[in-house]
C-alpha cells in the first residue's frame, strides 16, 4: 500500500481551548498523526478567515463549467461528464489513504453548481431556523462559533447510490454509475444541530427538520429533512460542520456550512446551508421527493414517471445506511504469479453499516459460498474513544467518544488465504453483518434509483496458465471493464449468479449462470380474454357520436360510456376521439393503472378489413379541406402547425410560436379549453411520439398564430428531465407538431356564465387559484372577463411561486388588474422569502383563502396547479363551504 497523504497543516485552526498531550491516533490506516494542537491556545473571537485549500488548485477542464473557479484533485474520476461535479476516487487510491479520507480524495456528490461564497463573507454566512419554532432565529456563522459547543468527530458518508454501476448493468436505473468509492471518511468539526434547534425552542407538534442549502438547481434549492428525535437524540451525533479534516469546508464539501448526519446516506447531510425549516411533515423539496429513495423492484422508471404516489410514499424513503462492504484487494486487473507469488495472499476491503450499528462480522468465500471464513476487523473509531482523551479539544472542537458506543465509521477487513487455494477458485464472495444481524442479500435488489445497491461483493479469478488475474464487478462511471459487463456482453446474466448453489461455471466464464430473475418491465393486458366479438367498421362509425362513443386502441374497441362523467381529462377529450384509432393519445397520456381499467369497457376487436378502413379513413382527412377552413383547431383529426419563434422568459421558460395553416386562421379554442399538442420526440433515435395537454396563452382572436408557454423540466442525475418539453425545447425554427383539440370540461362563455360537461351555470364571482405554469388557462378566463367591458364578474387570482422570477404571465395579469381594478384582483404569494419582495409570502393556505374568496353569492373556483395544490385546494374549499360543483380541476 501506498504511504499515508499527510494534511497541510494551518494555522487558522485553532479556535478554543487547549489539547491535553497529544494521544497518537494514528495506525497503519491513518493519516492523520499530528492532528492535535499542542501549540499555546490561540482564542480567536471571530471567526478566521479560511486558509488557502490544501495544495490543488481550480482545473484546466473546469474552466467553461460555473465551477471554474473551484480547486480541485485531477485523480477524482468524473461519474457525471464534466459538470456538475459528482466524483469518487479510484477505489485503491481512497482505500490506501486509510481511515481518514484526504479531502482532496474524498467523494463529492454535486446536484448543480457550486456556490461561490466569497472569504469575507463567511463570518457573516448566514441561517434561519424557522416554522414550527416559538422564537424563529436568524443566525450568522460566527454565531454558531461563538455561542455554541464546538465538537469534533470522525464521521463516514455514504452516497445512496454508492456501488450502482452494477445495478444500471442489470438494466438501466435513472441514476449514474458509482462504482464502489462513492464512500470517505473526515474529521467534522462544528455544533450539534440539536443545540442550535433547540436555541429557537420548537413547538410541541413539531416533527422534522427541513434542510435547505444555497444551490440554486432546476427544481428548487436542494433540500431534504429528517426527524427531529434523530436530530436530539445525541448517539446520532447529527452537527452542523464547518470544518472537515481540521480546514475550513472545501467548496464542494458545503462551505462554509453544511449538516453532518452520522450513519444514514449523504444525500441528507445538506451542504451550502441555508434554511432549517421545523415542521409537522417531512420535507416537500423535490429533490426529498424524487431523489434517495428505494421503491420497489417492481416499479419500472416509466411507472414511477407516470404516478407520482411512488415518490410520495414516505416508507421508501432512505435513512439509515444498510450493510455494505468492498473488496479493495485484490484490486481490479490485479495479478498474481503462481511461480513467484507468497503462500499467502492477504485481501483488504472495507465495510459500513448505518444507524450508528457495528460491524460485527465480514466473511469471505472462495468456493461460491460453499464455506465461509471469518475476516480480521479493524475499528480505528474505536481509538477516538479511549477514556483518556476525554475533553481534548481537536481543530477547535471538544472530541469526547467516550461515552457513545454508536458506531459512525467505516471500518476493515483482512483476510489471509493460502494462495494454492485461490489458484483454484473462480472467484471472492464477500459480506457484511452489523449488530442487528442485517446481512448483505445474495442478490441484487433492483430498484429505479438503483440505491442502497449492497449484495454480496464479488471479485472474479481468471486463471490463464500460472497467472491470476482478478476482476471487480465494475468499473465507475462509463469505464470499461468488470465481470459484469463482460457476462452481459457474452450472453449471461449479470444477476444472481450461482452463488451458493452447485457450481457448473467453467474458468472462462465465470459468473455466468443465474439463479434469480432480471427485473422486468410489467406487461399491462387492456384486454377482457372472454371478449370474443369482431367488430366491422359501420359499426364502428355508428359510435362515432357524443353519446355512445366508442374508442379504437391497438385494433380493440372500447365503449367507455360509463366512463364518461368521471374521466379527469372530461368526456370531451373522449367523446373527442370516438370511432377513431385513439392509440397514440390513450397510451401516452395514461398511467398503468388507467390501462389495466380498460378491460371494463373491452367489447371487441377490429376485423382487419376494418382496421384498414380506418387507418385509410384516418390519413386522407388532415390536410385537403380543412386547411382553408376560418378555424384551425379540428377535435378528431391533428393538424400540423409550424414553430416560428421561440423565446426564452426565463431560464426554464420558453414561448412558443406556432403559424396556422393561414394568416386568417384563428386557433378555434374556447375560453377554458385545452389543445393536445403531439410531438415527435427530436431528442430520441426512435422518435418517440409525445403528446400533452397544453392551453396557449395567445389570445384566441389572433390571426395565424398561437403560442405557448412551457416551463421545461431539464435533467439532473438523477432525473432524466420532462421528456415532453425537452423535446418542445429541442425543436428547431421550421418544425412541425401536431395539434388536435379543443379538450377540457369547461368553457367560459362570457359574463358570468360557465359551463361544465355542457351544463351551464351562471356565477358572479371566479375565484383562480393557480401555481407556476398552471397560470395558462386562467389568464385565458381572465382574458376573457377583462376584455368584455359588460362582464361584471369579479375575478379574484391568487398566484402562488417559489420566487418572484418564477411568477409567470405577471406582466399580463397585473395589466388586466390595473385595466379592470373593480373587478379583477390578482394576489401574488412566494412560498420563499426574499428582501425585495413587498407582496405575500407564504403558501396558498385556508386564512388566505378565507379572505380572499368569500362565499357571497353563487361563486366558482377554477384551480390548477401541482397535484399537490390542487389536493390542499381542494380540502380548504370543501372546509369553507364549496360544494363539489363550485370547483373545477384543469
Ligand atoms: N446543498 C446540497 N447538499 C447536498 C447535495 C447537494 O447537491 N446540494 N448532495 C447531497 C448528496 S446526494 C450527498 S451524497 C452528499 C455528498 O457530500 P460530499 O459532496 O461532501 O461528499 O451531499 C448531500 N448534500
Ligand atoms: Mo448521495
Redesign the pocket.
Known amino acids: 500500500m501506498a504511504a499515508p497523504t499527510k494534511t497541510t497543516a494551518t494555522t487558522q485552526t485553532r479556535l478554543l481551548v487547549p489539547p491535553s498531550p497529544p494521544p497518537s491516533l494514528s495506525d497503519s490506516h491513518s493519516n492523520c498523526p499530528d492532528d492535535v494542537d499542542t501549540d499555546a491556545p490561540e482564542y480567536t473571537p471571530s471567526f478566521p478567515l479560511p486558509p488557502p485549500a490544501s495544495d490543488i488548485s481550480p482545473l484546466a477542464i473546469d474552466k467553461d463549467t460555473p465551477d471554474a473557479w473551484v480547486p480541485r484533485d485531477p485523480r477524482l474520476i468524473r461519474l457525471t461528464g464534466l459538470h456538475p461535479f459528482n466524483v469518487e476516487a479510484p477505489l485503491t487510491a481512497l482505500f490506501d489513504a486509510g481511515f481518514i479520507t484526504p479531502t482532496q480524495l ?7 453548481a457550486v456556490p461561490q461564497i466569497l472569504d469575507d463573507d463567511i463570518p457573516d454566512w448566514t441561517i434561519t431556523v424557522e416554522g414550527l419554532v416559538e422564537r424563529p432565529l436568524s443566525i450568522t456563522l460566527r454565531q454558531l462559533l461563538q455561542d455554541f459547543e464546538q465538537v469534533t468527530a470522525p464521521i463516514t ?1 455514504v ?2 447510490g454508492n456501488r450502482r454501476k452494477e445495478q444500471n448493468i442489470v438494466r438501466k436505473t435513472k441514476g449514474f454509475s458509482w462504482g464502489a468509492a462513492g464512500v ?1 471518511t473526515a474529521i467534522w468539526t462544528g455544533c450539534m444541530l440539536a443545540d442550535v434547534i433547540a436555541a429557537a425552542k420548537p413547538l410541541k407538534k413539531a416533527r422534522y427538520v427541513c434542510m435547505e ?3 440554486r438547481l432546476p427544481n428548487g434549492y ?1 433540500g431534504t429533512s429528517v426527524k427531529l428525535v434523530w436530530v436530539r437524540d445525541p448517539a446520532r451525533g447529527i452537527m452542523l460542520a464547518h470544518k472537515m479534516n481540521r480546514e475550513m469546508l472545501t467548496p ?3 462551505r462554509p456550512l ?1 449538516v453532518v448526519i452520522p450513519g444514514q ?3 441528507r ?4 446551508l441555508k434554511r432549517l425549516i421545523i415542521t409537522e411533515g417531512p420535507s416537500d423539496n423535490w429533490y426529498h421527493i424524487y ?2 429513495r428505494v421503491l420497489p423492484t417492481m416499479v419500472t422508471p416509466e411507472m414511477s414517471s407516470q404516478d407520482k404516489s411512488w415518490w410520495t410514499d414516505e416508507r421508501y424513503a432512505i435513512y439509515d445506511l444498510s450493510t455494505n462492504s468492498a473488496i479493495a484487494y485484490p484490486q481490479h486487473d490485479e495479478t498474481l504469479d503462481l511461480r513467484t507469488a507468497p503462500a499467502i495472499y492477504t485481501a483488504h476491503g472495507y465495510a459500513y453499516s448505518g444507524g450508528g450499528r457495528r460491524i460485527s462480522r465480514v466473511e469471505l468465500s472462495i468456493d461460491s459460498g460453499d464455506t465461509w471464513r471469518l475476516a480480521t476487523i479493524t475499528y480505528p473509531e474505536d481509538r477516538y474513544r479511549a477514556e483518556e482523551y476525554e475533553g481534548v479539544y481537536l481543530f477547535g472542537g471538544k472530541l469526547d467518544m467516550s461515552w457513545r458506543d454508536s458506531s459512525h465509521c467505516w471500518c476493515f477487513w483482512s483476510l489471509q488465504l493460502d494462495t494454492k487455494l485461490l489458484a483454484k477458485s473462480d472467484g471472492f464472495l464477500l459480506r457484511a453483518m452489523d449488530e442487528s444481524m442485517n446481512l448483505q442479500p445474495r442478490d441484487m435488489y433492483w430498484s429505479v434509483l438503483g440505491m442502497m445497491n449492497n449484495p454480496w461483493f464479488r471479485v472474479a479469478i481468471i486463471r490463464d496458465g500460472d497467472i491470476l488475474r482478478f476482476e471487480h464487478p465494475t468499473q465507475p462511471a462509463l469505464l470499461p471493464g468488470g465481470w459484469m459487463e463482460r457476462v452481459k456482453k457474452a450472453g449471461g446474466n449479470p444477476v444472481g449468479p450461482n452463488w451458493g448453489e452447485s457450481t457448473n461455471t467453467s474458468d472462462e466464464t465465470p459468473f455466468a449462470t443465474r439463479t434469480s430473475k432480471e427485473p422486468t418491465e410489467p406487461s399491462i393486458s387492456m384486454t377482457n380474454s372472454s371478449i370474443t366479438r369482431v367488430i366491422e367498421y359501420d359499426e364502428l362509425k355508428a359510435h362515432q357520436n357524443a353519446e355512445k362513443p366508442w374508442i379504437v386502441i391497438n385494433g380493440e374497441v372500447y365503449d367507455p360510456t360509463p366512463y364518461l362523467d368521471e374521466h379527469p381529462g372530461g368526456a370531451i377529450s373522449i367523446t373527442a376521439v370516438a370511432g377513431t384509432d385513439a392509440s397514440d393519445e390513450f397510451l401516452t397520456i395514461h398511467s398503468e393503472t388507467a390501462k389495466a381499467m380498460m378491460k371494463t369497457y373491452h367489447v371487441g376487436t377490429l376485423s382487419p378489413a376494418a382496421a384498414t378502413a380506418l387507418t385509410a379513413a384516418a390519413t386522407v382527412t388532415t390536410t385537403d379541406n380543412t386547411t382553408a377552413a376560418p378555424v384551425f383547431l379540428n377535435a378528431k383529426f391533428w393538424q400540423t402547425a409550424t414553430l416560428v419563434e421561440k423565446t426564452t422568459v426565463s431560464s426554464d421558460t420558453r414561448c412558443f410560436k406556432f403559424t396556422l395553416h393561414h394568416d386568417t386562421q384563428t386557433l378555434g379554442l374556447p375560453v377554458g379549453q385545452h389543445v393536445l399538442v403531439r410531438v415527435k420526440d427530436p431528442t430520441t433515435s426512435s422518435r418517440d411520439v409525445l403528446i400533452r395537454s397544453y392551453t396557449p396563452i395567445s389570445d384566441d382572436s389572433i390571426r395565424g398564430t398561437f403560442t405557448l408557454l412551457v416551463k421545461i423540466y431539464f435533467a439532473a442525475p438523477s432525473y432524466p428531465g420532462g421528456k415532453m418539453t425537452l423535446a418542445l425545447d429541442a425543436l428547431k425554427l421550421g418544425a412541425t407538431i401536431d395539434v388536435k383539440g379543443p379538450i377540457g370540461k369547461m368553457i367560459y362563455k362570457g359574463r358570468g356564465v360557465v359551463a361544465v360537461n355542457g351544463v351551464e351555470r351562471r356565477v358572479r364571482s371566479l375565484y383562480m387559484i393557480c401555481a407556476g405554469s398552471g397560470v395558462t388557462p386562467i389568464l385565458q378566463v381572465l382574458r376573457a372577463v377583462v376584455q368584455d367591458g359588460g362582464d361584471e364578474t369579479r375575478c379574484v387570482v391568487l398566484d402562488g411561486n417559489r420566487t418572484e422570477e418564477d411568477i409567470l404571465c405577471r406582466g399580463e395579469l397585473d395589466a388586466f388588474a390595473a385595466v379592470a381594478p373593480q373587478r379583477c384582483r390578482i394576489v401574488h404569494t412566494l412560498s420563499r422569502l426574499s428582501e425585495s419582495w413587498k407582496g405575500l409570502t407564504g403558501r396558498i393556505d385556508r386564512p388566505l383563502i378565507a379572505r380572499e374568496m368569500p362565499q357571497e353569492g353563487p361563486v366558482m373556483a377554477l384551480v390548477c396547479g401541482p397535484p399537490a395544490l390542487e389536493t390542499s385546494v381542494r380540502q380548504i374549499l370543501r372546509a369553507e363551504g364549496f360544494e363539489e360543483q363550485d370547483m373545477l380541476f384543469f
Do not use: E, L, Q, T
Open positions: 474524498f467523494y463529492v456528490r454535486n446536484h448543480g458518508m452516497c445512496a470517505s442549502g444555497a444551490d436542494y464542494d464539501h458545503g453544511r446516506i449523504g444525500g447531510s445538506v451542504k451550502w431523489d434517495n
